[in-house]
């Protein structure tokens, strides 16, 4: 929009001064190509972004309120954010829908989804998504919530299941989340306090510490408990 308008003011003064200022002639001509070159460069770069198919899933209806089996998202509404789209970074509104692993934006005119062949990375507000193209994992996006030494992934899932309510076939999507740490070279699935204990042995009254200043049990806060145990199992082995 300020390429255009800025296009359209050095047309508006073309035209409207020329005969005045012959001499500012070729000065105004330069101006004009350069500020439709800029215009038409962004036009290049937004369509880029917009290269994938017209989304036609669920829509999100607004509210935040709507718990999780209601929507297929990883969050019910457009989030702020930014993408590593065919090696260039954009910035734009998302939906991350986790039940196909397919993010879609509004950066465009329509709502669109983005190849997903072409995406590295994104993040959904301060969450940082990756691809891992892993033999010992599905290959999706992951949200990264522990980058050290060890590392510790998160994989949001939602499995659709169709329901005959009240006259008619509803769909509810039902969240299932895997837990994974990487700790060297090696992939494990965190099922609860016994396997994280496991992964991280001697590491018991830590844990314990740490659910004990949360005032938290285990299952209402695990991204934390996990991403934690992590750093504290980095922090003893360095």
Do not use: C
């Not at 215009?39 to 290269?51: C, E, F, K, P």
């Amino acid at each position: 929009m300020r390429f255009f308008l800025l296009v359209l003011f050095v047309l508006l003064v073309h035209n409207g001064y020329s005969q005045s200022f012959k001499t500012d002639t070729t000065f105004l001509v330069e101006a004009k190509k350069n500020a439709l070159a800029l215009y038409y460069n962004q036009m290049r770069t937004q369509s880029h972004l917009i290269n994938g198919s017209r989304y036609t899933g669920p829509q999100p209806t607004g509210r935040h309120n709507l718990s999780a089996k209601e929507h297929p998202y990883y969050a019910p509404g457009w989030l702020p954010g930014t993408v590593l789209y065919d090696n260039e970074w954009y910035s734009a509104a998302f939906l991350y829908n986790v039940s196909t692993h397919t993010l879609i934006t509004n950066y465009g005119p329509e709502q669109i989804q983005l190849i997903s062949e072409k995406i590295d990375q994104f993040t959904l507000e301060d969450h940082h998504f990756v691809k891992l193209n892993e033999d010992q994992l599905p290959h999706t996006f992951y949200e990264i919530t522990y980058n050290g030494a060890s590392k510790v992934y998160v994989l949001w899932q939602k499995v659709v299941e169709s329901k005959y309510k009240d006259n008619r076939i509803t769909s509810e999507f039902i969240p299932k989340t895997t837990y994974y740490i990487k700790k060297n070279h090696t992939y494990y699935v965190v099922r609860g306090k016994r396997s994280l204990l496991k992964i991280f042995p001697g590491h018991k009254a830590d844990l314990k510490k740490i659910i004990q200043s949360k005032n938290q049990v285990y299952s209402d806060n695990r991204i934390f408990f996990i991403s934690e145990m992590a750093r504290i199992y980095d922090s003893s082995s360095h």
